[in-house]
């Protein structure tokens, strides 16, 4: 049964960073593609990184080059480097995760952790 579990979200003050990781188990090996999304209150879920089992990754239009998305094989995680926070950046960040990357990006994933808040104050 493959589980997501993130960490490391809290609260920084704009211009500040965070890291968050997404520790994975169940998956048979590496071959799976990982993203993050995220949703503030009142609005529709939006996608923020995505980075394939090669690790080649993909980002949404909002990250201007601000994060970065890796991942540790050896220790079935994912991380979101989040730098140069903003107020609108507010939001539950969600891991996701499945075998093809396409289904990744587009929110298809059959796999969700279950959310750590990001709180940006100005």
């Known amino acids: 049964q493959v589980q997501l579990v993130e960490s490391g979200g809290g609260s920084v003050q704009a211009g500040g960073s965070l890291r968050l990781s997404c520790l994975t188990s169940?998956?048979?090996?590496?071959?799976?593609?990982a993203a993050w999304f995220r949703q503030a209150p009142g609005k529709q879920r939006v996608f923020v990184a995505a980075?394939?089992?090669?690790?080649?990754?993909s980002y949404g239009d909002f990250v201007e080059g601000r994060f970065i998305i890796t991942r540790d094989n050896t220790k079935n995680t994912i991380h979101l480097q989040m730098n140069t926070l903003r107020p609108e950046d507010t939001a539950l960040y969600y891991c996701?995760?499945?075998?093809?990357?396409?289904?990744?990006?587009?929110?298809?994933?059959?796999?969700w952790g279950q959310g750590t808040q990001v709180t940006v104050s100005s």
């Open positions: 980075i394939a089992p090669g690790s080649s990754t």
């Open positions: 996701a995760a499945d075998h093809w990357f396409a289904d990744v990006v587009r929110g298809k994933s059959r796999y």
């Open positions: 169940g998956f048979a090996d590496s071959d799976f593609a």
